[in-house]
């Protein structure tokens, strides 16, 4: 079994050390080390850096339907604005 983090879990661990300051995910056993104040619009804008992670992450725009093997396109979820 590896312990080598996914690209997933780099991009959640990133997203909480710059838009958070939250050093690691990791339960600490300590109230002081796991429960963090977090201002509204800093948790907007990690929320959003999740957002565009996921968005850019999307599958490529056309592929084949797993079902009937015919052509389609994926289109993505437009950035926010």
């Known amino acids: 079994m590896s312990t080598t983090p996914t690209t997933r879990e ?7 050390r710059e838009a958070l300051g939250i050093k690691t995910l990791e339960t600490r056993h300590s109230d002081g080390l796991d429960f963090h104040d977090i201002a509204v ?7 959003e850096r999740a957002y565009e992670a996921g968005r850019k992450a999307a ?10 093997h015919r052509d ?3 289109r993505p979820i437009p950035p926010l604005t």
């Open 41 to 47: 619009w800093t948790m907007k804008d990690a929320l």
């Open 10 to 16: 780099n991009t959640i661990n990133r997203i909480a």
């Open 59 to 68: 599958p490529p725009s056309r592929t084949k339907c797993p079902t009937c």
């Open 72 to 74: 389609i396109e994926i």
